[in-house]
Structures are given as C-alpha cells and as structure tokens.
C-alpha cells in the first residue's frame, strides 16, 4: 500500500481511514497526506513515512497493540514512539497529533505529538526515542529540541533527552510512565498555580528547583517515600498533607534519578541535575 511521489491524499474532518490488512502502508518522498480526521491502523498494520513526507494536518493517527511481553524498541503503528521497558505494558494504545502545543508562558512545541496510554503505567523504567520529521520542525533548530511530557492543562515536565538527527529521534530513558509527549526548543519553566483543585496527585517544580505536591480534593497524603534508580528505600516520612500544594522536604542526594511514592500507589519520577 504505497502513496507515489506526487500523489496527495485528504482524510477530511469528521471522515476516517481504517487501515487493517497486515501491510506496510508507505508514503513515498514527495507524497503528501493530510488527515484532517482520523486513521486508524490495526495491529498488523504499520506507517511508513519517507523524510519530508509526514502525516500532516488537524487530525490524529492512532492504533492499539497488545504488548504483554517486556518491550524492545517497540513502535506500534510506526506512528514514531519507539518504547523499551522490561514491563509489560499491556493493551496500549497510541495517539498521535499534529497541531503544536502552546504552554502556559508561550513556547510552542514542533508540530508533533505523542499520547502513550498503556493498561500498566507505572514503575516502567521506560526508555523513549521520539521520532520527528523536519517539516514539523515548527520554526525551531533541531538539535535544541527537549523533550517534554505533559503534567496537566498547559504545564509540562522538560525531560533529559538526545537528539539523533541522523535517526531523527529525541530520546529519555529512566520514565516511570508514559502520558502525553512532545517536544520544546529549551527546557520550559514550570508554574503551580491554581493546582490545588486538581483532580489528580501531581508533582510540581523542575530539575534543580524546590519541588511542589499537589494534593487533589477529597484525598490526603499520608506516606511519602523517596526510592533510588535501583529501587532502594532512601528516605520516608508521614506528612499526613490535606488538599492544597505542598513544598517537599529538601533532600540532600546525588545526581541522577529517583522516584517519589505517595502513599504507595502514586508514582513520579525525580531528576536531580
């Protein structure tokens, strides 16, 4: 299933385009697909896309695959998430989009994203080679691009990351979890405010930086523990936190990555620069 060199093919809004075969679909160099609505690819089916020749447009691209097997430079769909993690992630599925995320202080991310929901997301120790195209490039210098992953509404996490521009990949390792990713052309600030009435645990503040808990209505933080890259207990006390933002004990601890448990169930990944 090819789209030749020349050829231009419009998914409109409110249409979609199911893919199911077990086929490689290819979008040659100088083809140009714009999907304003939706394709859907099944599990056999993969995304080839020539340089130059991504999927544009308003609409999303998506599939859903079962990985019940640690994974090993998995790409469902070839939509461009390639995912390592000695966790099986379960029934996943994959979104992916166009329209350029704009953040609460006014950076604007290439015209690329990614939305990773698997059945297990936590305690992955995932690594994530984000795939980009230079026509999504949205104005920015390839190699400044950071990879970010959405926290909530207009705020995201800048994430240590690469840039390979010879495989045109942006990759992070050491995720707990996989969300929302995209990428920025510099590591983007973070800001609190108006969190408190947020529906979900959430962990606020950058690398380096005092870092914030929000505690959601209705919930209270009873426990909270602080476990090395190996998985070590470092550090636990009860704080016994209501709803509202919290200012984490500073703790004095080395380089590298760490991951903060509330009580026991929620987990969220700490860089120390």
């Given at each position: 299933m090819?789209?030749?060199d ?5 998914v409109?809004?409110?249409?979609s385009?199911?893919v199911e075969a077990?086929?490689t679909?290819?979008?040659a160099a100088?083809s140009?697909?714009v999907?304003?609505g939706?394709i859907t ?10 340089p130059?020749?991504?999927i544009?447009?308003f ?9 019940s097997a ?15 993690s ?6 996943t599925?994959v ?15 290439i015209?690329?994203?990614?939305d990773?929901t ?10 994530l080679a984000?795939?980009?195209d230079?026509i999504?490039l949205n ?27 010879s495989?045109?990949?942006v990759?992070?390792?050491?995720l ?8 920025f052309?510099?590591?983007l600030?973070n ?8 529906a ?19 919930e209270r ?11 070590g207990?470092?550090r ?10 919290h200012?984490?004990?500073?703790v004095d ?5 760490y991951q903060?448990r509330v009580?026991?169930?929620h987990?969220?990944?700490i860089?120390r620069p």
């Open positions: 090819v789209v030749p020349g050829t231009f093919l419009l409109e809004a409110g249409t385009l199911r077990p086929i679909w290819t979008l100088g140009l697909v999907n304003d939706e690819l099944g599990p056999e089916a993969q995304l080839d896309e020539a130059g020749a991504a544009t447009g609409g999303t691209e998506r599939t859903t695959h079962d990985l640690p994974v090993f430079a998995a790409d469902p769909g070839g939509l461009g998430g390639i995912i390592t000695p966790v099986p992630l379960g029934n599925l979104v992916r989009g166009h329209v350029p995320y704009t953040d609460y202080s006014g950076h604007s991310s015209g690329r994203w990614i990773f698997p059945s297990t997301n936590a305690g992955l120790d995932a690594t984000f795939r980009y230079p999504e104005g920015m210098v390839e190699t400044d691009q950071r990879l970010h992953v959405r926290a909530t509404s207009d705020i995201w996490w800048f994430l240590p990351s690469n840039v390979n521009t495989d045109r990949t990759t992070t390792t050491g707990d979890s996989l969300g929302l990713f995209t990428t052309n510099e590591d600030p800001g609190i405010g108006a969190m408190a009435s947020g979900h645990f959430v962990l606020l503040g950058a690398p380096g930086e005092p870092l914030f808990l929000n505690v959601p209505a209705n933080a009873d426990h909270i523990a602080l476990y090395s890259s190996s998985g207990l470092l636990s006390f009860n704080p016994r936190w209501p709803a509202g933002v200012a984490l004990p500073i601890i080395a380089a590298g990555l903060l009580n026991n169930r987990n969220f990944t860089v």
